[in-house]
């Protein structure tokens, strides 16, 4: 709020002086308001208390350390409740209160007009959470119903205007000119928060005596409103008048253009009634409330255009000027064209008479560089000669091709290199869970030919008023959606062959993995039913196109065979340190360092029958030859004594004991060190494949002797 009144707030990060809080006659706090005159408060109807003598308005942005609370009455005749017509479309919702005592001037603010589309706005309410006040921001996005309400996306999903805030003003975040009011916020059945408002424009159309303190000039030039005269119903040209309303309440078509020739009055007054009901602030109550009384289909939404300009005897620089002045964009010594390009606005024009302006190629010009940018076109000409070709051409015909042209390309990439690598995905991986795509691919090709055949047809001009003629071309709005839908469905489809098919190759090499460790454990051997377990692995994952969730099935019954098969002849296997009981499930497993007894027997320290195998410490030939003992077939010193070091053959403990190939003393006594190779004794090392123990563990499984050792679950 500047200081002086009428302006904008001085400093985005300020309480705003004209932000009212209105209590009702209980004191509570019923919603919000905006101080336009000293005397004059403007808020929502369903704020207003009609029962109550009297209300407080309380003025939280004064000067100085406490909060103004003046009492306030609602001024009978400003008075408009919100009503809904036969298609439940809300209308009205605003009043004004008159204060007791008059605030200073510099604490007020004027209403501003400002297009509003994709305009970052803020709104200080006051919800009871924060009833001092708090600034909420969102986004507008586009007209809602047949009043012109905005409505407004929150910029966090806790921004949404909550009770407490109806009746606050809306600033527009870059000029903060208050450009509209908060009705009302709500969050609907699928989780989705709007807010929403009523535009400057709409809330002068219900309270007009607002005018003396609104700024900004019309949406509509005077010479394009309605006159008393164009009520008369021979005056109305029935087809141009749904084809306007068509293109007001947004038909799809991005450039419209027409010819109205001056004398033909049914027409001129057609075009001027269209642009009038459109507008939020020149729309007749009549078409609001009972929109059953015009012809059907003629009636365009409020709102339907932001800005309607007359063009004859102008030049393309006042019109830019006036564009820029409707969008709010600041610094005025640049060229209106300039800021118009920077700001990359977007917004529903309309300009008649374009080629009666003072250069109408330049005005051609910025309306190219509007639609390059995504705004909305309504052209009027008034004759069909070079202007109009140049226009269509330019504006409608030209770009058409060329999006048309792009359309192809990319549907030419879509049935083409896309729809290739998905054919080479599917010939390798078998799809799971994915809908077949044929269907998707037969209506890119459809639609491709269709494009390709309209390519070298000619525009037609409709009815002999330049207008184009409607649908005898290719729906490229369709299409476009067609290829959006079938080009991510197609891109999402490699996207998930290619996962399947990596999961493919990770599980070839965990299946090649495991078989060497097989082999390796079996020093020769066969085992026909793992071997039939892997040759089913194999051809699954061989198989084009692969069924990668069988071939997974497969490869992981193949590898917990060989998980099994190599823990049962570990040194660690079954349960640990010691397995069954001795030494609390054992010290080694299955035969290894304790098996069966202690000292020989079935749970001790020496496996099949002690220390060194069948008899005690030196079974068969000295200090560890024995079954399974302490040096299982070369155990202690293997055959005769200490010969072959402190593991040889298979060390400390059978085949994957304290050595094991490359362990403690692989083979040979200390020759490969501690632990070569494979760490502890890898592969088959202090407990085979991964750590101390078989898996994981110390042990077989997990623990420090897996299923019952010093610890299952992940231990060291």
């Known amino acids: 709020m500047a200081a002086g009144g009428g302006g904008p707030a001085v400093s985005p990060m300020a309480t705003p002086s004209w932000a009212v809080r209105i209590r009702g006659a209980d004191g509570e706090i019923a919603g ?42 609602l001024e009978r005749d400003a008075y408009v409740p919100e009503t809904l017509d036969a298609d439940g479309d809300p209308s009205g919702d605003v009043a004004l209160l008159r204060l007791e005592r008059p605030r200073p001037v510099g604490e007020t603010v004027r209403l501003h007009r400002l297009s509003a589309p994709n305009r970052e706005v803020r709104m200080y309410g006051f919800p009871y959470e924060h009833n001092g006040g708090i600034w909420f921001r969102a986004t507008a996005v586009g007209v809602c119903g047949r009043d012109g309400q905005v409505q407004l996306i929150p910029a966090s999903p806790g921004e949404l205007a909550s009770p407490g805030c109806s009746g606050a003003g809306v600033a527009d975040s870059d000029t903060g000119e208050v450009i509209g009011m908060v009705l009302s916020g709500q969050e609907d059945r699928h989780g989705n928060r709007f ?28 010479q394009l409103r309605s006159t008393a005269d164009d009520i008369l119903p021979e005056l ?90 409707r969008l709010g964009l600041p610094h005025p010594e640049e060229a209106p064209l ?20 003072v250069d109408p190629l330049g005005v051609l010009d910025l309306l190219d560089v509007l639609r390059a940018d995504g705004s909305r076109l309504l ?39 896309l729809a290739e690598d998905l054919r080479e995905r599917l010939a390798a991986v078998a799809p799971q869970g994915m809908r077949p795509l044929d269907s998707d691919l037969v209506a890119a090709h459809a639609a491709l030919a269709d494009l390709l055949r309209a390519a070298g047809a000619a525009d037609q001009d409709g009815e002999g008023h330049g207008e184009a003629a409607p649908g005898p071309g290719p729906d490229l709005a369709r299409y476009e959606r067609l290829a959006d839908r079938v080009g991510g469905r197609l891109t999402a489809g490699v996207a998930a062959l290619d ?15 495991y ?39 497969a490869v992981d019954a193949y590898t917990r065979r060989v998980d099994g098969h190599t823990g049962a002849t570990g040194p660690a296997a079954r349960d640990g340190h010691g397995a069954r009981d001795g030494h609390g499930d ?47 077939r070369d155990g202690y010193g293997a055959q005769d004594g200490h010969e072959d070091g402190y593991g040889s053959g298979d060390a400390y403990g059978l085949r994957g004991g304290y050595g094991a190939r490359d362990g403690y003393g692989a083979r040979d006594g200390h020759e490969d060190g501690y632990g070569s190779g494979d760490a502890y004794g890898p592969r088959d090392g202090y407990g085979p494949r991964d750590g101390y123990g078989l898996r994981d563990g110390y042990g077989l499984r997990d623990g420090y002797g897996a299923r019952d050792g010093y610890g299952g679950g992940d231990a060291s």
């Not at 996962?499 to 993995?513: C, F, H, P, V, Y």
């Not at 202690?598 to 000295?622: F, I, L, S, W």
């Open 32 to 73: 919000a308001g905006i101080l336009l005159t000293p005397q004059w408060v403007l808020t929502c109807a369903h704020v207003v208390d009609r029962t109550a003598d009297v209300m407080t308005a309380e003025f939280v942005g004064a000067v100085g350390h406490g909060v103004p609370a003046v009492p306030a009455r």
């Open 195 to 222: 807010s929403f408002m009523s535009p400057v424009e709409t809330i002068v159309r219900h309270l007009p005596r607002l005018d003396l303190v609104t700024t900004g000039p019309s949406a509509v030039d005077p």
């Open 236 to 325: 109305l040209d029935r087809p141009f008048a749904q084809r306007l309303a068509a293109w007001l309440r947004d038909d799809g078509s991005q450039v419209k253009i027409s010819v109205v020739r001056h004398g033909d009055a049914a027409r001129e007054a057609t075009l001027r009634r269209a642009i009038t009901l459109a507008d939020r602030e020149l729309r007749t109550p009549v078409s609001v409330d009972r929109a059953a009384l015009d012809p059907p289909g003629t009636v365009p939404s409020a709102g339907g255009h932001d800005l309607a300009v007359y063009a004859e005897g102008r030049t393309s620089a006042g019109i830019a000027e006036r564009i820029a002045e």
């Open 338 to 357: 300039d800021r118009i390009r920077a700001a990359r606005a977007v917004l529903n024009l309309v300009v008649v008479g374009v080629d009666e302006a």
């Open 379 to 417: 052209l009027v000409l008034r004759t069909s000669g070079d202007c109009h070709r140049r226009a269509r051409e330019q504006l409608l015909t030209g770009p058409e091709r060329a999006r048309r042209a792009r359309l192809v390309e990319r549907l030419k990439e879509i049935t083409g290199p």
């Open 499 to 513: 996962r399947l098919r990596d999961r493919r190759d990770e599980l070839a090499g965990r299946l090649r993995s």
């Open 515 to 553: 078989q060497v460790m097989h082999q390796h454990s079996l020093r020769g051997e066969e085992d026909p039913a793992v071997d039939g377990l892997y040759l089913r692995a194999h051809t699954l994952l061989r198989a084009r196109p692969c069924d990668v969730r069988a071939a997974e099935a």
């Open 586 to 632: 054992g010290y080694g497993s299955g035969d290894g360092r304790g098996v069966r007894d202690e000292h020989g027997g079935e749970d001790g320290r020496g496996a099949g029958d002690g220390h060194g195998a069948r008899d005690v410490h030196g079974a068969q030939g000295g200090h560890g030859r024995g079954d399974d003992g302490r040096g299982a």
